[in-house]
């Protein structure tokens, strides 16, 4: 069946660092791929998706390009704030059914 | 629209008492998920329907657990018995058919059973 490997947290950075967390995944045909963030008490909120092989999502700095020979989705900052500590999720959606897989989730802490 | 809700936002049970969590998806929404969250076990899913219709409840853990959706604005994940195991948050998230499109997650009930 489909699924999504992360690796695992906590990372901690310092401000201004660069990160990466890493993912890929397993699925038949060509999937949707996402990454969700979910604040300290908060539920998940989408961060950035991509559609199709080569295509980069962006959203608030963060970037993830769909690499199909991979499989995988990582997911980039340059430069990274403090208020960028949160869980953040990868997911992907099969090209037939509705439902959403997830990884097991990266905890980033930022410390200033 | 004010996103998925959930009720109550915090929920303390002692053991052996019935949980019942809520959910109000985003109108217009075809599917619903409901999902618990812990420590140990990360994110899971437990299970969704598509137009109020249950498609796959194979995430929930046993028979104590319930979920239904009487009309396209609503649904209920039951517990019966609650046991201190089930202590965790749990999330109703609503999606628009289609592999593209994103999932909205309500704020969550952490449930606490002691």
């Known amino acids: 069946g489909d699924s999504v490997t992360q690796m695992e947290g906590p990372v901690t950075l310092s401000e201004e660092a660069f990160l990466t967390i890493n993912c890929t995944y397993t699925?038949?045909?060509?999937?949707?791929l996402f990454w969700y963030v979910q604040y300290p008490g908060e539920g998940l909120q989408l961060l950035l998706k991509?559609?199709?092989?080569?295509d980069k999502g962006s959203n608030k700095g963060f970037e993830a390009t769909y690499r199909k020979e991979t499989t995988s989705f990582h997911l980039e900052k340059g430069s990274v704030q403090v208020s960028d500590s949160a869980v953040y999720f990868c997911?992907?959606?099969?090209?037939?059914?509705?439902?959403?897989?997830f990884g097991g989730g990266t905890r980033l802490m930022v410390k200033p | 629209d004010a996103g998925v809700i959930q009720s109550p936002r915090h929920e303390v049970t002692e053991m052996g008492q019935e949980v019942t969590l809520r959910c109000k998806p985003i109108?217009?929404?075809?599917?619903l998920f409901w999902y618990r969250q812990t420590m140990m076990r990360g994110l899971e899913l437990l299970i969704y329907?598509?137009?109020?219709?249950?498609?796959?409840d194979s995430g929930m853990p046993e028979d104590r657990f319930s979920a239904k959706m009487p009309n396209a604005s609503f649904s209920t994940l039951k517990i019966q018995p609650s046991e201190p195991r089930d202590s965790a948050v749990y999330f109703c998230?609503?999606?628009?058919?289609?592999?593209?499109?994103?999932?909205?997650f309500g704020q969550g009930t952490r449930l606490t059973v002691v």
């Open positions: 991509a559609t199709k092989a080569d």
């Open positions: 997911a992907l959606s099969p090209n037939a059914g509705n439902m959403l897989t």
């Open positions: 109108s217009g929404h075809d599917y």
């Open positions: 329907f598509n137009n109020n219709v249950p498609i796959d």
């Open positions: 998230a609503s999606r628009v058919r289609g592999m593209n499109t994103e999932a909205f």
């Open positions: 699925a038949t045909g060509y999937p949707s």
